[in-house]
């Protein structure tokens, strides 16, 4: 019979994507077993991310630091904007190494029967900073799921008086697919051959 410590371990393991009580139950033998070499690291990695890891006030990326790493970086270019749903998406398009702009996440699409409207996004800051920073573009890298698509035509119609152009990925992102389950290269061309809307 599993003791109450390890009954919390595989309840909390369980509200994990992608693991079930089963999954949860191996997942926390597993680092009963291997106490010391990863139990213990695992444990004081979890509280050092829960003490310092922070939301980017520009672009809602998870860094240490406020604004991010990548905001702060003057390798990139200032002028193109890349919009994401979530910041899974942000890390799977630098996994590529193909984008070299800056980013805006979203936190989340428009869903009208999930109750999530355009002031449950960040989408106002998003049209704040196309208008205040010099930027020529935004990329619209949402999912091609229908409230992706949604969330981009309602940013493309929000953008329509700017100056900034407009465009999305391309080819290699299949319908109902999410961002975060592509592999690179799939990733890459969508960037490279990204379009107008």
Not at 57 to 62: D, E, I, K, P, V
Not at 71 to 100: G, H, M, Q, S, Y
Not at 161 to 177: C, R
Request: glycine share 8%; with cysteine; proline share 4%.
């Amino acid at each position: 019979m599993a003791t109450t410590e390890i009954d919390r371990l595989i309840q909390l393991l369980s509200k994990l994507p992608g693991l079930g009580p089963r999954s949860a139950r191996r997942a926390a033998l597993h680092l009963i077993k291997n106490r010391e070499g990863l139990l213990k690291p695992l444990g004081v990695a979890m509280e050092a991310a829960a003490e310092h890891v922070q939301t980017c006030s520009t672009c809602g990326n998870l860094d240490t630091i406020d604004p991010c790493a990548i905001c702060t970086d003057v390798k990139r270019d200032p002028t193109t904007i890349c919009v994401v749903e979530e910041v899974a998406d942000l890390w799977a398009l630098e996994r590529t190494a193909t984008f070299t702009g800056l980013y805006h996440v979203l936190g989340g699409v428009l869903s009208p029967l999930d109750g999530v409207g355009p002031d449950d996004l960040t989408l106002d800051s998003l049209l704040a900073r196309a208008k205040a920073e010099k930027v020529s573009e935004i990329i619209l890298a949402t999912s091609a799921t229908v409230d992706g698509k949604t969330t981009a035509h309602y940013i493309t119609d929000r953008l329509s008086e700017s100056e900034v152009t407009v465009t999305a990925l391309a080819h290699g992102i299949p319908v109902g697919g999410e961002l975060d389950y592509l592999d690179d290269g799939t990733l890459s061309a969508a960037m490279k051959e990204r379009r107008g809307i």
